[in-house]
């Protein structure tokens, strides 16, 4: 059984940072895409930045320059380092995971709310 787990989430001020993490655990066999989605109130979910195993990165205009998304291989983590945040990255983030037989496995969410 294959297991994703967010931690790092929580309230935070406009300008503020936060980091989010993602253990990926279980049978899950070789990962090649690890990365973040959101989905903030009445919003449908949308993604945020991906990275490969090559260490390859993509992300959403809106959050290009303020976050930042990496990867430990050994450990099966992804990671999102979110600066200058704003009201407007208010939302649930999952992690998910897209294996080399295209298997794609989601975490439960962390809330992120940025607020005075």
């Known amino acids: 059984q294959v297991q994703l787990v967010e931690s790092g989430g929580g309230l935070v001020h406009p300008g503020g940072r936060l980091t989010l993490s993602c253990v990926a655990s279980g049978t899950i066999g070789d990962i090649n895409l690890m990365g973040w989605y959101r989905q903030a109130p009445g919003k449908e979910r949308g993604f945020v930045a991906s990275i490969d195993r090559s260490g390859n990165t993509n992300r959403q205009d809106t959050v290009w320059g303020r976050f930042t998304v990496s990867r430990d291989n050994a450990k099966n983590t992804v990671y999102l380092e979110m600066t200058s945040l704003k009201p407007e990255d208010t939302a649930m983030y999952f992690c998910?995971?897209?294996?080399?037989?295209?298997?794609?496995?989601w975490g439960q969410g962390t809330q992120v709310t940025v607020a005075s």
């Open positions: 998910y995971v897209l294996t080399e037989s295209e298997s794609e496995y």
